[in-house]
Every structure is written in structure tokens, then in C-alpha cells.
T-cell receptor
């Protein structure tokens, strides 16, 4: 989606932290999401954040939201080889239709 | 919980034929289902939104006579690609939403359609 932008590639060493960034343009976005897609598979919802929150943590995942700058990030602590996948940022307004970014391909190297 | 099953996972069909893809919510009632198309190394493009018992709402540029969507029950939506052409080859993914978990959309595994 042209309204959601994210970097296309990220390479990270196993055990390090990964940070994937996303920007969006719709100021009326209600929810912001991170999805994971492995090759040939559907999308797995990792986490989401309501627009009036600025942080959400769930085990190894930390989501930060800067609503003023319309910037969302996903931090994966202690990145593992199983974290290699495409990560999609998405936003929705009250109609719950999702607008996706192009996806960030995360490659974890040993 | 909240499992969405999509079938088939892969299908190859000849040009001019029609293909039906099923999307089922296995452990919840899906009040709304969404159909997306994903091009190689591209984002997902929303094709249409379907609510149980009513006509689907198509996004701009999506031919409703080409991509027939039926949402006959709270657990099943189907997408039929009619008179398929090679340019319809793509990865189609459905997602489902339920009223009690409004913010979350759960995705099927996707269907790889190849038209030869």
C-alpha cells in the first residue's frame, strides 16, 4: 500500500535485536499491526497496538508507536533463525480494512 | 484459537475455466471476511469485503463479475475466479474477523493460483 511504507530488507545476526520500521500517512488509523509471513504461507498476526498507546511488549516483541510522526516499529529481541520471514506493517481505521506495507524481508545470519 | 483454513493451497487451471477458493473459520463465527491478492514481492491488495448474508463490497478496479464472492454462512466465504487468464495467476489470501475480537484479523494459508 502506498499509504504504508517500510524498508524492504533487513539482515541481522543471530542473537542480536532486529528493528523494523514503518511509516503511515492516515492520521485516523485506529489500529496498527505487525504480521509475519513465511514462504508460501499466509499471514500470522504477531501483535497489534491501539493508536492511543505508545508501546506494547509481548515476550520478545516490542512495538513502539509515535503517533505524532506516524511511525511504528517492531523490535525482536534475541533474533533466531526461525524469525527469518517477511514482516508486514498494516493499519486500519474503524472499518477494519487493512492497508499493508510492502513487507520487510528479514534474514537472520549465523 | 481463531483458525482460518483456506482451500486449496495450490491450484493449476487452464485458461477460460473457473476456479473456486474456499475460506473457512474453524473455531469462530466470521462476521466479515476479506479477500486479498498478493503479487510476487509485493504487498497485499484488498480485493473485496464480504459480510455474511449480503453482497460483497469490491475495491476500486476489481471486477466483481470476474471475482465472484459468496459469504453464505458465518464460517464460509468463497472466491470464484471466472474465465481465468494467465494474468490472474497470483497468491490469494482470505482473512476473517469476528465481533468479539474486533481489532484482530486472522488469515488463511493462502492459495497459489496458476493459470496455464
Amino acid at each position: 500500500g502506498e499509504d504504508v511504507e517500510q524498508s524492504l530488507f533487513l539482515s541481522v545476526r543471530e542473537g542480536d535485536s532486529s528493528v523494523i520500521n514503518c511509516t503511515y500517512t492516515d492520521s485516523s488509523s485506529t489500529y496498527l499491526y505487525w504480521y509475519k509471513q513465511e514462504p508460501g504461507a499466509g499471514l500470522q498476526l504477531l501483535t497489534y497496538i491501539f493508536s492511543n498507546m505508545d508501546m506494547k511488549q509481548d515476550q520478545r516483541l516490542t512495538v513502539l508507536l509515535n503517533k505524532k510522526d506516524k511511525h511504528l516499529s517492531l523490535r525482536i529481541a534475541d533474533t533466531q533463525t526461525g524469525d527469518s520471514a517477511i514482516y508486514f506493517c498494516a493499519e486500519s481505521t474503524n472499518d477494519y480494512k487493512l492497508s499493508f506495507g510492502a513487507g520487510t524481508t528479514v534474514t537472520v545470519r549465523a | 484459537g481463531a483458525v482460518v483454513s483456506q482451500h486449496p493451497s495450490r491450484v493449476i487451471c487452464k485458461s477460460g475455466t473457473s476456479v473456486k477458493i474456499e475460506c473457512r473459520s474453524l473455531d469462530f463465527q466470521a462476521t466479515t471476511m476479506f479477500w486479498y491478492r498478493q503479487f510476487p514481492k509485493k504487498s497485499l491488495m484488498l480485493m473485496a469485503t464480504s459480510n455474511e448474508g449480503s453482497k460483497a463490497t469490491y475495491e476500486q478496479g476489481v471486477e466483481k463479475d470476474k471475482f465472484l464472492i459468496n459469504h453464505a454462512s458465518l464460517t464460509l466465504s468463497t472466491l470464484t475466479v471466472t474465465s481465468a487468464h494467465p494474468e490472474d495467476s497470483s497468491f490469494y489470501i482470505c482473512s476473517a474477523r469476528t465481533l468479539d475480537r474486533n481489532a484482530e484479523a486472522f488469515f488463511g494459508q493462502g492459495t497459489r493460483l496458476t493459470v496455464v
